[in-house]
C-alpha cells in the first residue's frame, strides 16, 4: 500500500506536531488526517480511572475514522491503553496503540527501564503495557518512573524550550537505565536535550509509531 490513508486521534493538541512531523520525515507517502477531542483526558483525569462510558467513546471515535476512509488508525495519547484496545476489536483495519512500538524496543534495548510522562495518568496504563508484554516475552524488567507535569504545562504556555530543558533535568535524576522511554508523543522534542549515555537508548513514541505502521501495511 503505497499511499494509505492514517486517521490520527489526538486527546491533546500537542501531540500533533510530533507525529505529523514524523510521517513527514519518515513515511511523506503516507496522506494523515487528525482528529483532536480535547476533553479525553480532562475527562479521564476527573473520573481517576478508564470507565465504560470512556472506553464507548474510543470505540465511537474509531468507527468514525473508519467510516472516513482510515486504513489504519492511530491514538496518540498514552493513558488509555484498555480503551484503545477495545476499538481495535471494533474496526476491520490496524489499530496502533501509540507505545507499543517504541515499548518493543525497550525491551529488545534491555531491562533496566526508565519510563518518564509529562501527563502523570499516563503512567500507571504505560507500566502496565510494558510489564505485560515483558511477561508475555518471559522478561522480568527493573522500572524507574518520573512524572514531570511542569513540562506540559511549560509546553500549553508556549514555551517549548522550558518544556524540553525540565523533560532533560528530570531523566538525568532516572538513575541508570538502558533504555529512557519518553511516554508521550508531544514529548518527542525533548531527546535531543538529554545527554547521550553509554548503553542508554532514548526511545521516542512518533518514530517507533510511523515505521511499525509502515511495516505493517506492507509500505
Known amino acids: 500500500m503505497q499511499s494509505p490513508r492514517i486517521a490520527l486521534i489526538h486527546a491533546t493538541p500537542v501531540a500533533i506536531d510530533p507525529i505529523v512531523s514524523a510521517f513527514k520525515r519518515l513515511w511523506p507517502a503516507a496522506r494523515t488526517t487528525s ?21 464507548e467513546r474510543f470505540i465511537t471515535l474509531a468507527r468514525y475514522v473508519r467510516g472516513c476512509g482510515a486504513d489504519a488508525i492511530l491514538f496518540t495519547c498514552s493513558a488509555f491503553g484498555p480503551a484503545i484496545e477495545a476499538a481495535r476489536a471494533a474496526v476491520d483495519v490496524p489499530v496502533l496503540k501509540p507505545n507499543e512500538a517504541m515499548l518493543e524496543e525497550a525491551l529488545k534495548a534491555g531491562t533496566h527501564i526508565g519510563l518518564m510522562a509529562t501527563f502523570a495518568p499516563s503512567i500507571p496504563a504505560l507500566r502496565q503495557e510494558l510489564e505485560a ?83 505493517v501495511l506492507g509500505a
Open 35 to 55: 482528529l483532536l477531542e480535547d476533553s479525553l483526558a480532562p475527562d479521564l483525569a476527573a473520573d481517576g480511572r478508564l470507565t465504560e462510558r470512556m472506553t
Open 133 to 215: 508484554l515483558a511477561t508475555r516475552k518471559g522478561v522480568k524488567l527493573l522500572i524507574r518512573t518520573s512524572a514531570v507535569p511542569s513540562a506540559l504545562a511549560a509546553l500549553h504556555d508556549g514555551q517549548p524550550s522550558e518544556h524540553d530543558r525540565l523533560i532533560a533535568a528530570a531523566a538525568a535524576e532516572m538513575g541508570e537505565c538502558e533504555a529512557l522511554i519518553l511516554g508521550q508523543f508531544s514529548m518527542a522534542s525533548a531527546a535531543e536535550s538529554i545527554p547521550a549515555r553509554p548503553g542508554r537508548k532514548v526511545l521516542t513514541s512518533p518514530a517507533s509509531a510511523v515505521l511499525r505502521l509502515k511495516h
